[in-house]
């Protein structure tokens, strides 16, 4: 059984830092093939970030030189740093392998 499990989300300020982390657990071989997905009120979910098995990563237009898609393959793991956060970056965001296995979801709200 693959296990997906969100942390870290939360109420920040207009400007701040978060990092999300996505710890992997089951018969699932490695974290290659990552990725975060996000979905606001009333819109679709959308691809956020992505990193691959030889680190390339993949960014929206709206996160790039804001978010940071990272992983630590000895603790199973990927981290998503969001700095400079907006309110329009209030959402719900999931972790994904291959966009088949989801995880449950963090809230990230951006409100002053």
């Known amino acids: 059984q693959v296990q997906l499990v969100e942390s870290g989300g939360g109420l920040v300020q207009p400007g701040g830092s978060l990092r999300l982390s996505c710890a992997v657990s089951?018969?699932?071989?490695?974290?290659?093939?990552m990725g975060w997905y996000r979905q606001a009120p009333g819109k679709e979910r959308e691809l956020v970030a992505t990193?691959?098995?030889?680190?390339?990563?993949n960014y929206a237009d709206s996160v790039k030189g804001r978010f940071t898609i990272s992983r630590d393959d000895a603790k199973n793991t990927v981290y998503l740093q969001m700095n400079s956060l907006k309110a329009e970056d209030t959402a719900v965001y999931y972790c994904?392998?291959?966009?088949?296995?989801w995880g449950q979801g963090t809230q990230v709200t951006v409100s002053s």
């Open positions: 994904t392998k291959l966009g088949i296995y």
């Open positions: 089951g018969s699932i071989g490695s974290i290659n093939g």
């Open positions: 990193i691959s098995s030889g680190d390339s990563t």
